[in-house]
């Protein structure tokens, strides 16, 4: 069965930092792997996936993440926090080899940003 | 369009009652999906249907039911609300497509007591 592990239930920056967002995954085959925001009191919004292609992917709000198929990791960037992006972040695979599509989801990284 | 939306938007329950969540998607989606969300878990799929009048498991599908009578209605069902059954949860639906993006809906929190 895949898995999500995403370090650091809490990650803390200043405004204007940089943020990094680990998140490592399991699985035989590479997966679809996403990243989902959810501000307070609300669903989950996509930032951005990868399925096939080009394996550094943008996504909205300046977010970007890199496939690393070697390290199984796919790890979520900005250049420079604001105040907005304070929200909760989940990484999640799909599982692209069955017919299910289900999402299996990390625990969530919850990002605090400091003026 | 609406998207994905979810009814009720809160409810508190006790012990032993039963209740049935809504879920309705205006996006032709074939896939929806139930999931809850409970503290440092992320979040599980309860169950999920890839087609009008199919469902199927998911990973913790114990306690709940579920119907997919119309495409774009996924029900949710408790026959006995448990506590451990107090939860977030949140609906999704996908198109079936190379782009195995699922669209969330704003959730359902639950209280039993």
């Known amino acids: 069965a895949q898995s999500v592990t995403q370090l650091g239930s809490h990650v803390s920056v200043s405004e204007g930092a940089l943020v990094l967002l680990r998140c490592n995954y399991s699985?035989?085959?590479?997966?679809?792997l996403f990243w989902y925001v959810q501000y307070p009191n609300q669903g989950l919004q996509l930032l951005l996936k990868?399925?096939?292609?080009?394996?550094l992917v943008k996504g909205i709000n300046g977010f970007e993440a890199e496939f690393k198929k070697s390290e199984t990791s796919f790890h979520l960037t900005k250049p420079s926090a604001h105040m907005s992006d304070a929200a909760e972040y989940f990484c999640?695979?799909?599982?692209?080899?069955?017919?299910?599509?289900?999402?299996?989801f990390g625990s969530g990284t919850r990002l605090q940003v400091q003026p | 369009n609406a998207g994905v939306t979810q009814t009720p938007k809160f409810r508190v329950l006790k012990t032993g009652q039963s209740m049935t969540l809504l879920c309705a998607q205006d996006?032709?989606?074939?896939?929806m999906y139930w999931y809850r969300q409970d503290p440092g878990m992320g979040l599980r799929l309860i169950h999920y249907?890839?087609?009008?009048?199919?469902?199927a498991k998911g990973e913790v599908p114990d306690g709940y039911n579920v119907s997919r009578l119309k495409k774009q209605n996924f029900l949710l069902g408790l026959e006995s609300a448990a506590p451990s059954q107090t939860s977030v949860y949140f609906c999704?639906?996908?198109?079936?497509?190379?782009?195995?993006?699922?669209?969330f809906g704003p959730g359902t929190r639950l209280t039993v007591t």
């Open positions: 699985s035989s085959v590479p997966p679809y």
């Open positions: 996006m032709n989606h074939e896939y």
């Open positions: 999640a695979v799909s599982e692209a080899w069955t017919g299910r599509r289900a999402l299996t």
């Open positions: 249907s890839v087609g009008e009048g199919t469902t």
């Open positions: 990868y399925t096939t292609g080009a394996t």
């Open positions: 999704a639906s996908s198109y079936r497509d190379a782009s195995y993006e699922q669209y």
